[in-house]
C-alpha cells in the first residue's frame, strides 16, 4: 500500500514538469525542423536516450553506454538469439586446445577506421587492457587469464592458471579498441573520439547535448542502410514521451510503463522486451549496520519486490528473486519471501541508520524504487536516509568501497553465464566486494573448472542460495521489462535481451 500511495503523489508533480521541460526544449533537440528534415529525406537516424553516457570507453565504461559505442566498436566474438557464441565476428573460431590454453582465429584483413590493422596483436592488446587497466569494468573476471600472445597475425592464444570454461563467452562483450591510438590517447582521449571497427565511425559530439556517428563507407561487414545516428537524451519519461509524440525524435528509448502506454493510446508503435538487466539492493556486509547478519536477514525480508512491481511498474517489470540465473525465464531454487512481521522484530528497538545510494535517472523509475526501499527498512524499524548519485559517481565509489549500507544499480549480464555475475558480484575480488567469503571464493573457481555450464549449474544454484537466502547480502528484485518508441515510418530497430541495440538496418 505504501508504494502505491507514494507513486500517486508523485507521479503528476513528474509528468507535469517535465512536460514543461520538453516543450522548451523541442528546438534543443531538433523539434523546430524535424519534419522538414523528414520531408528532405534525412537518413539520419535519431535516437534519444534516458542519460548521457558516462564514458564512452569500452575499457572502464558501464555496459550501458554500449547502445552508443557498440555503433563504432565491435566485441570479440558475436552472440546468436540464444545468447551463445557464434563465428560471424572478429573472432571466428576457438578451440580449447587444453585444460588451461584456448586458441582463438582472428578474422583477417580487418582495419580501424583511423587504418590501424584490426589484427591478432590487436586483439590479444584489448584482452589485456581488460585484465590489466586499473579502472577495467571486466578486470575480474580476467584475473585467472595467466599469458595472452599472439604468435601471427590471425591466431591468439589465451592461458588460464586453472580451467576455465568460459572465456569465450567473455570475450563477447569485450569490444575491440586500437592499440596505438588508445595508448596515445588515453581513456579520456579515446571516448572523445571512439575508433573502432564498426558499422558507423565517430562524427562529433556537442558538449552535454548530444553525439553523432556517421555510416563507415569501408566496413567489413554489412553496412548499415542509414546515414548515421545522432544520440541525445532526457532524463525525465515524459519529456522522452513528449519528443517522440511530436516527432522530433524517430526513437525513444526507456519508456516507464505510463509513458509507454500513453504512447500506444496515442497511437505511437512501442516495442516491450523482458530484459536480463534485473535491479538489485547490494548491502554491504563489511561495514554497519549490516555487518551484523541479524540486520541483513531483517532488511531482506522487509524489502517486497512483488509490491514494487506491482506498484510501480504496474505489473510491467518481472519480479525476480534470484541474482544467478542471467537468462529471462530462468528463476533459482531457493529464494527469500517477504516477511514485514519478522523483519520488524529482528531489528528490535535500536533503530539502525541505514544510507540508500542509487543512480539517479540511470533506470526507470529508480527514485520511486529506492524510496519504496527506504520506506520498507523505515517499517522494520531502520533510519533511513538516501544519496542520489550520478552513475558514474556511484561506480567509483562501489569500486572504492567507500559505499556503506545499501546500494541499488542493475545487474547486466552481458554475458549470459552466471559467472559474470559470480566474478562481477560474489567473489571477495569482485566489482562490489560486498560480501567477501573464502566459500564463495572457492565454489566460484570449482564452478569454472567444469567442462561446461550444464556441469556447472549445481554449483551456481548453490552460491545463489549462499549470497541471496543464508547470507542475504543481495537482495534481488526485478527485471526490467524495457519499452522503446518510434515514430511513424521507423523500422528496423533490433533490441536484444542483452540491451543491445543494432541500428543498422534502421531506416524512416
Known amino acids: 500500500m505504501m508504494i502505491t500511495k507514494f507513486l500517486r503523489s508523485r507521479r503528476p508533480l513528474a509528468v507535469a514538469a517535465a512536460l514543461a521541460v520538453a516543450s522548451a526544449s523541442l528546438t534543443a533537440c531538433g523539434g523546430s525542423d524535424s519534419d522538414d528534415a523528414r520531408s528532405s529525406g534525412s537518413a539520419t537516424i535519431r535516437a534519444l536516450l534516458a542519460a548521457q553516457p558516462a564514458t564512452l570507453d569500452p575499457i572502464v565504461g558501464a555496459r550501458s553506454a554500449q547502445i552508443v559505442w557498440a555503433t563504432m566498436l565491435e566485441p570479440l566474438i558475436n552472440t546468436d538469439k540464444d545468447l551463445a557464441p557464434t563465428d560471424t565476428g572478429l573472432v571466428t573460431s576457438w578451440t580449447r586446445t587444453d585444460a588451461t590454453t584456448w586458441t582463438f582465429k582472428v578474422r583477417p584483413d580487418i582495419a580501424f577506421s583511423n ?79 571512439p575508433v573502432g571497427t564498426g558499422p558507423y565511425v565517430w562524427a562529433g559530439a556537442n558538449a552535454g547535448r548530444d553525439i553523432s556517428v ?50 500506444k493510446s496515442a497511437g505511437v508503435d512501442v516495442v516491450s522486451t523482458e530484459t536480463a538487466m534485473k535491479i538489485i539492493a547490494f548491502l554491504d556486509s563489511t561495514k554497519a549496520p549490516f555487518d551484523d547478519p541479524k540486520l541483513r536477514e531483517a532488511a531482506a525480508l522487509a524489502i517486497d519486490r512483488d509490491a514494487i512491481v506491482k506498484g510501480i511498474f504496474d505489473g510491467q517489470a518481472v519480479a525476480d528473486a534470484g541474482l544467478l540465473n542471467v537468462k529471462p525465464g530462468q528463476q533459482p531454487s531457493r529464494s527469500v519471501t517477504a516477511d514485514a512481521a519478522r523483519a520488524k522484530e529482528l531489528v528490535g528497538s535500536a533503530a539502525p541508520a541505514v544510507q540508500i545510494s542509487y543512480p539517479a535517472a ?37 569500486i572504492g568501497r567507500q559505499v556503506p549500507g545499501i546500494s541499488i544499480f542493475a545487474g547486466v549480464p552481458n554475458v549470459a553465464v552466471p559467472d559474470y555475475f559470480v566474478s562481477g558480484f560474489l567473489k571477495t575480488k569482485s566489482i562490489t566486494g560486498n560480501c567477501p567469503d573464502p566459500k564463495i571464493d572457492e565454489l566460484a573457481q570449482q564452478a569454472l573448472e567444469q567442462d561446461g555450464a550444464e556441469q556447472a549449474a549445481p554449483i551456481y544454484d548453490q552460491l545463489n542460495t549462499i549470497g541471496v537466502v543464508d ?32 541500428f543498422t538496418k534502421t531506416t524512416r
Not at 529508480?366 to 533511513?384: H, M, N, P, T, Y
Not at 519499452?483 to 511513424?488: G, H, L, V
Open 471 to 502: 547470507k542475504h547480502c543481495y537482495v534481488p528484485l526485478y527485471r526490467q521489462v524495457f519499452n522503446y518508441a518510434t515514430a511513424p515510418g521507423v523500422s528496423g530497430v533490433v533490441f536484444g535481451p542483452l540491451n543491445t541495440v543494432d
Open 362 to 398: 540511470q533506470y526507470t523509475n529508480i527514485e520511486e524504487v529506492a524510496q519504496a526501499v527506504g520506506g520498507s527498512l523505515e517499517q522494520a524499524g531502520f533510519k533511513v536516509t538516501y544519496v542520489p548519485l550520478d552513475y558514474g559517481t556511484l561506480v567509483k565509489r562501489i
Open 214 to 263: 556517421k555510416k563507415n563507407p569501408d566496413y567489413w561487414g554489412t553496412k548499415a542502410t542509414n546515414d548515421g545516428i545522432t544520440f541525445t537524451w532526457a532524463n525525465e519519461a515524459a519529456q522522452r514521451l513528449a519528443l517522440i509524440q511530436s516527432k522530433s525524435v524517430d526513437i525513444s528509448f526507456d519508456l516507464p510503463p505510463a509513458q509507454a502506454s500513453a504512447a
Open 115 to 193: 587504418g590501424e590493422k584490426a589484427d591478432a596483436a590487436a586483439v590479444a592488446n584489448t584482452i589485456t587492457l581488460t585484465r590489466d587497466a586499473a579502472a577495467s569494468q571486466l578486470k575480474s573476471y580476467f584475473t585467472n587469464v595467466t599469458a595472452i600472445e599472439a604468435p601471427d597475425a590471425t591466431t591468439v592464444v589465451v592461458k588460464t592458471k586453472t580451467p576455465q570454461y568460459n572465456i569465450p563467452d567473455l570475450l563477447t562483450t569485450v569490444y575491440l579498441v586500437p592499440p596505438k591510438y588508445y595508448q596515445e590517447k588515453g581513456s579520456e582521449g579515446f571516448a572523445a573520439a
